[in-house]
């Protein structure tokens, strides 16, 4: 079992790039180690600076870093960036398009028993909301170093959500076929199947997981890692529509404004399919570890593969 964080995955990778490029530049919110980055400010702490508790000058002092020239990679839970600093966000970041990374830490209900203050299920539809700002969820420690080696090589804002905990690798050290803005098929690609599955970010794995459990079941199903949530790959997504009866999609967020809402957005626009959201509910969620919560609300492997099997009896042929 793995037990390395994506958040772990992100500093490598960005110890890495230090190593050679004096321009990048890591920031925090007094969470060097709850972002994994403290290898980072004792390596480097030339390149490393801590604003405190203060989200908000966090974002906007990364973005006058970027204004510069300086590659800023600004880390705070991703609870208070999404919503404490949205303003700044908007307008020092995305409105002036400048190049800030936004690493949001322990998103989703990656903080469990803390509460609804500090979870963060409703920041891929505020973030996808701000023109400029694109929106990464991957989903192991493979694929999120890949993320950041590619968004280390351009000029524009992002902002990327990774959860606390280690989860299981879906790939490997030199088997993710990763490229930027496209969404990778794990299963089912150009074949025709009784349901497509589209998940991002956590969730990736355990809707892969669901699709074992169909296929015991005599269900055929594709699985696509929709880690791009902003530009969603829409060839992929309607490929995967066209192959199929119906659509489950699979996210850690709210049921409105995710990767449910712009699948279904893009599905009915270019070829019509039942198309079934599973979320987070629209209420404060229960207590508990991510796995609870997982597990209560359906979006576990079993649960996965329950909802499934519910969308298909419903979809026509």
């Not at 801590?50 to 973005?63: C, H, K, R, T, W």
């Not at 009784?194 to 997981?209: N, Q």
Request: charged share 20%; with cysteine.
């Amino acid at each position: 079992m793995n037990k390395i964080p994506n958040r772990q995955a992100i500093c490598e990778a960005l110890l890495a790039q230090a190593a050679h490029d004096k321009e990048l530049f890591v920031l925090c919110s007094d969470s060097r180690g709850s972002a994994s980055l403290a290898p980072f400010a004792e390596r480097y702490p030339a390149q490393f600076i801590e604003m405190g508790i203060a989200e908000q000058n966090l974002v906007s002092v990364a973005a006058g870093m970027a204004a510069c020239g300086k590659k800023a990679f600004a880390a705070s839970p991703a609870c208070f960036l999404s919503t404490r600093s949205y303003e700044q966000v908007k307008v020092d970041c995305a409105y002036s398009n400048t190049n800030v990374k936004l690493i949001g830490i322990s998103g989703g209900v990656s903080y469990g028993a803390l509460g609804m203050s500090h979870h963060s299920a409703q920041d891929i539809a505020a973030m996808s909301a701000l023109p400029n700002i694109r929106v990464y969820l991957p989903s192991d420690r493979h694929e999120t170093r890949q993320l950041i080696e590619a968004l280390l090589l351009d000029e524009k804002p992002a902002y990327i959500r990774v959860g606390r905990n280690p989860v299981e690798d879906i790939y490997s050290e030199t088997g993710c076929p990763f490229t930027i803005d496209k969404a990778i098929w794990l299963s089912g690609e150009g074949k025709k199947v009784d349901i497509a599955l589209i998940a991002c970010g956590e969730l990736v794995k355990p809707a892969l997981d669901a699709a074992g459990i169909l296929e015991q079941k005599g269900i055929s199903a594709s699985v696509l890692d929709m880690y791009c949530v902003k530009p969603l790959d829409r060839q992929a997504v309607i490929q995967a529509a066209e192959n199929a009866r119906a659509v489950l999609t699979v996210e850690e967020h709210s049921p409105f404004g995710g990767l449910g809402s712009m699948v279904a957005q893009a599905v009915g626009e270019a070829c019509p399919r039942r198309v079934k959201n599973l979320a987070l509910p629209d209420s404060p969620v229960i207590t508990g570890s991510s796995g609870e919560v997982f597990s209560h609300y359906g979006l576990d492997k079993a649960g996965i593969a329950r909802a499934a099997e519910e969308v298909i009896a419903c979809a026509a042929y």
